[in-house]
């Protein structure tokens, strides 16, 4: 199991969408941070699942299927845009492997938001029941105008959550650790008894049923 999680690529052909131009791209199948740190650093500066064409400088960005593994934050985290019998496969090959935390995310800044939670000795799943806490501070603003995303943002010391909105751009809502540990120990049998050893998609659907199930328990 563990040459799975080595870091692993393929060359593959492509040719751009703008001019045509074709290149050699690098496509990697796993990427293992422990063992090539730098790849981490790639992922979070929007390197790594990039198409630049050096003919004509067009530049998008390329998501595809591939695993990522942290040993040293004790996670990994599968990013699947589409699910199909194949990735499957290699979902449940992998969920054989006990005693670390499995993610799945299927767009690259919900990968990036994973890993930076992990950074910071987190709990993501503790992070999207505070998203969800939250909506009530943006309800107004969402009156008038339509929420694309919320995701966890840091400055050093400093938590916050980044408000992507279609019209107004981006706000943020600061998130002081004293919040964080009082939603951490409020609803740590939930979560407990919400999650499981297998690769789980945690966002802020996962966390709305965790907040249904025991909204009379804590109101």
């Known amino acids: 199991m563990e040459g799975k999680r080595l870091t692993s690529y393929a060359m593959e052909e492509l040719e751009c969408p703008k001019c045509g131009h074709k290149h050699s791209l690098k496509k990697y199948k ?21 198409f ?12 595809y299927d591939s695993l990522y593994v942290d040993s040293r934050k ?22 054989q492997e006990k005693g670390i935390d499995k993610r799945l995310v299927d767009n690259i800044n919900d990968l ?15 992070i999207e029941i505070i998203k969800i806490m939250y909506l009530d501070q943006i309800k107004k603003e969402m009156e008038d105008d339509t929420l694309l995303n919320i995701l966890f943002d840091y400055n050093r010391d400093n938590y916050c959550f980044l408000v992507f909105f279609q019209k107004k751009g981006i706000g943020k809502i600061p ?9 951490e120990d409020k609803y740590k049998e939930a979560i407990k008894e919400h999650s499981t050893d297998c690769f789980m998609k945690v966002d802020m659907q996962w966390a709305g049923e965790i907040l249904f199930k025991n909204h009379n328990k804590f109101n």
């Open 175 to 183: 998130l002081t650790r004293e919040f964080y540990r009082q939603v």
């Open 112 to 126: 990036k938001e994973k890993i930076m939670i992990a950074d910071n000795h987190l709990d993501d799943r503790v």
């Open 30 to 50: 796993v990427i293992n941070v422990t063992e090539k740190a730098k790849l981490k650093e790639e992922i979070m500066k929007n390197q790594l699942y990039q």
């Open 52 to 63: 630049s064409c050096e003919e004509c400088e067009y530049m998008a960005p390329l998501t």
């Open 74 to 95: 004790n996670i990994m985290i599968y990013m699947a845009p589409v699910m199909n019998a194949e990735i499957k496969a290699e979902i449940a090959e992998l969920e």
